[in-house]
Structures are given as C-alpha cells and as structure tokens.
C-alpha cells in the first residue's frame, strides 16, 4: 500500500520528517510545484513517486532509498547520493548527482551544466544530453549519456569513466578518449539495462583520464 504525503497541505519539512523516519514502506509526493530540498537524507530502503516537478537538490544524501521524480529536477538533484537510485523522467539542471558516492542515477530526459562534478563512484545514466564540463574533476563511477556532450567534458578528470554516444564539442583537460574494449562494451550493457534505456553498447566512445595532470614530473617542475 501507498501513503500519500501531500504539499497542498503539509510543509517540505513535514513531508521529509515523515519519510525520514520511515523503515521501509512505498510514498507518493503529491503537489510537489517545484519544492526545494525533497526527500533529502534517507537512510532507508523506501519506493518514493514525487508526482511532478522538483526544485534544487531533490534527493541529495540518499541512501538505500529508490526515488522517482515524475517530472523535471533542478539544480543539484541526488547531490551526495549514497547507495540505492534516483531517476528523473524529465530534465535535470545543473550538477547531477554532484559528489555522488554510489547508487544509480538516470535521468531519462537530458542534464545541464556540470552533470557528475566530482563523482566519487555514483553510476549516472543520461536518456539525453549533457551540457558543458559534466564529469568535472570525477574521482570515481560511470557516466553513460545516449545523447551528446557540451565543452570540456571530463576536465580534470581522475578515474571515472565516460561513455558517450553522440558528439562531444570538447574534452577537457586530461581527458582523451580510449579504446572500446569487451569489458567496457559489457559496463555500459549493463548500465542501459539497469537503466531500463535502449541502446547498443557498441555506439558509445570511452572517455578517461590521461593520467598526466594529477602526477608530478620532475620534467615539468619549472610549471609547478
């Protein structure tokens, strides 16, 4: 059975208590008009529907939880995940999942600026587009987009890794692209299909990092 948590009549703070005290159990947003800060640190293995819009940093330090917004996300949206998933069947805004630490995170439309800014071993699918220096100084985890890149994608990147089907404009420093093999073909099948999203592996392009710019050379030492 479904509780119902409604913000025609309830706070952001009321609703967040509730679903923040909660064990285990399946929730449904209602009435969300673009509220700021929903369902933000959960600590419990909850089904949450937030039906329709959400404002910055929907889902930020989540952990355990599955959370699905029926419509479009802002700024920040699953900031700081931890472990269990977030999708968006909209749009997001800028820094997705930013400092993510693990889970799934699939925005089944496209993402803004920044999407993955030091990921730190979040997986992120994106149905569509992301735009410039998404996967900005990533650490750790996957970014897999079906659609295009914006500029400097990657910069600074240290780990993570890059799937991209479409055009990138531009790679950001450190970051070049590296070959396909069979296990990265597999990743990425396996990330669509935890993603429930349709696609061949084998149309993406691997990005990483070149491994220069965070390593000391004594070849450089005047540009230190």
């Known amino acids: 059975m479904t509780a119902d948590l409604d913000l025609a009549t309830?706070?952001?703070?009321?609703?967040?208590?509730?679903?923040?005290?909660?064990?285990?159990g399946s929730y449904r947003v209602?009435?969300?008009?673009?509220?700021?800060?929903?369902?933000?640190?959960?600590?419990?293995?909850?089904?949450?529907?937030?039906?329709?819009?959400?404002?910055?940093?929907?889902a930020g330090m989540s952990k355990e939880?599955?959370?699905?917004?029926?419509?479009?996300?802002?700024?920040?949206?699953?900031?700081?995940?931890?472990?269990?998933?977030?999708?968006?069947?909209?749009?997001v805004s800028q820094s997705l999942?930013?400092?993510?630490?693990?889970?799934?995170?699939?925005?089944?439309?496209s993402a803004s600026a920044r999407?993955?800014?030091?990921?730190?071993?979040?997986?992120?699918?994106?149905?569509?587009d992301v735009g410039h220096m998404s996967a900005f100084m990533a650490q750790a985890g996957r970014l897999v987009v079906l659609g295009d890149a914006g500029t400097d994608l990657g910069d600074s990147i240290y780990e993570?890794?890059?799937?991209?089907?479409?055009?990138?404009?531009?790679?950001?420093?450190?970051?070049i692209q590296k070959p396909m093999e069979e296990q990265h073909l597999a990743v990425v099948s396996?990330?669509?299909?935890?993603?429930?999203?349709?696609?061949?592996?084998?149309s993406f392009t691997r990005y990483g990092s070149a491994r220069k710019l965070y390593h000391f050379s004594i070849d450089h030492m005047d540009e230190y």
């Open 30 to 58: 209602l009435h969300p008009g673009g509220a700021h800060a929903l369902a933000c640190g959960l600590d419990a293995p909850l089904e949450i529907s937030i039906d329709g819009h959400a404002g910055y940093y929907c």
């Open 65 to 91: 939880a599955d959370i699905t917004v029926m419509g479009n996300a802002g700024t920040g949206c699953a900031e700081n995940v931890m472990s269990g998933s977030v999708r968006v069947k909209g749009d």
């Open 97 to 109: 999942a930013a400092s993510g630490h693990g889970g799934l995170v699939v925005v089944e439309g």
């Open 115 to 128: 999407a993955g800014i030091s990921m730190k071993g979040v997986d992120i699918v994106v149905g569509g």
């Open 10 to 24: 309830l706070s952001v703070r009321q609703v967040n208590a509730a679903l923040q005290q909660a064990q285990e």
């Open 160 to 175: 993570a890794e890059i799937y991209i089907r479409g055009n990138v404009a531009s790679l950001g420093a450190d970051c």
């Open 190 to 202: 396996q990330l669509l299909d935890r993603a429930r999203l349709d696609a061949d592996p084998a």
